[in-house]
């Protein structure tokens, strides 16, 4: 392998693009493939030294390709992150990187076959946020975790090939299990298709955890306020991460119940101070197309498409309990 990963890339549209510029920055982007005839004239200025083609195909048979970049819609996951693992190459596949556990670990059995990187672009574990909030529970600054809550909401966009779940719902997802570390005893999911039929806008989802922990996310693409917030509630002090939030995206309260007093045996609420810790400015997503070269040049555990077939395994139990199942 050359020092400078070389990387071809498959989906030049509004997330591919920001993609390709960050490995363009950190890496030796040698490839690009769009289905768009438009879409690849534009990305041939933009990367002269790049070869264009309409072709996965081709980029997987190019000598110059180290790994794969993977961006197209969701349904064509799957099987392009197979027949790139297949062709000896490392993979960068887009969230969800598969729509069923079993496609997942296929796709896990084919990277460990050929000892090859996996990784689903589970953007919200690079923020810097998530990453204090990690460390705040880990370090047990909010005492045991009880419940961690999610709201992603917003007028819109409004998508026809994957629902409020699937399209909001596995960014918090990825974050709720990163932090709870936990199996998940009970997945319940309701929503309703007011727009599209057979397509929920609107999605309550609720988990229960071995360890007794719960977790719940609000999705809809119908909401007059555009929010993305996720609450962590410990027994001593809860923490809030917006990322709606300019500046304080993290913010922890010291606020919690405390034990029983009196002879009726009320619980009293204790508020403290409540403070946002410095956090780095960094991009999340430079940060994670790094964490992905580092992976293929140093070596791997295989923890990344691990987590990631869990986040698959609990979208498909909320899927099939959604749909009545």
């Known amino acids: 392998m050359s020092e400078r990963l070389r990387v071809g890339q498959a989906g030049l549209g509004y997330w591919g693009r920001n993609l390709a510029r960050n ?5 030796d982007l040698r490839w690009l493939c769009d289905a768009s005839e438009e879409r690849r004239a534009e990305f041939a ?57 079993a496609e997942m670990e ?34 047990g600054e ?28 596995v960014h918090d997802l990825s974050v709720i299990l990163y932090l709870i570390q936990d199996e998940i005893v009970e997945a319940a999911a309701h929503g309703h298709a007011f727009l599209n039929e057979g397509v929920e806008d609107v999605v309550f989802c609720y988990l229960r955890f071995a360890s007794g922990k719960i977790a719940h996310m609000h999705l809809s693409w119908l909401d ?34 405390e034990q029983p007093s009196g002879t009726y045996g009320e619980w009293r609420t ?26 293929v040049q140093e070596g791997w555990d295989g923890r990344e498409m691990h987590d990631g077939l869990e986040v698959v395994r609990a979208l498909e139990l909320l899927t099939r309990s959604l749909r009545g199942g």
């Open 106 to 139: 296929e796709l896990i059995g084919l990277a460990e076959a050929g000892g090859l990187v996996l990784m689903p672009g589970h953007l919200l574990l690079y923020h810097p946020a998530v990453q204090k909030l990690k460390e705040l529970v880990d370090a």
């Open 224 to 257: 007059p306020h555009k929010m993305r917030r996720l609450t962590v509630v410990g027994r001593d002090k809860m923490a809030v991460f917006d990322d709606m939030e300019l500046e304080r995206k993290i913010t922890v309260y010291d606020k919690a119940p």
């Open 45 to 101: 200025e933009r990367y002269p030294d790049a070869t264009l083609t309409g072709d996965f195909d081709e980029l997987l048979a190019a000598d110059d390709v180290d790994a794969v970049v993977i961006a197209t819609p969701v349904p064509t996951h799957f099987p392009l992150a197979r027949a790139a693992l297949e062709a000896g190459k490392h993979v960068f596949v887009e969230k969800p990187p598969a729509m069923r556990a």
């Open 142 to 169: 909010l005492g045991d975790v009880l419940v961690v809550y999610g709201n992603r909401q917003n007028l819109g966009v409004i998508r026809k090939d994957e629902n409020a779940l699937w399209s909001l719902g």
């Open 270 to 295: 204790r508020t403290g101070d409540t403070f946002s810790p410095k956090l780095s400015n960094a991009e999340p997503l430079k940060l994670e197309c790094r964490h992905f070269v580092r992976l």
């Open 23 to 27: 490995f363009d920055e950190i890496a």
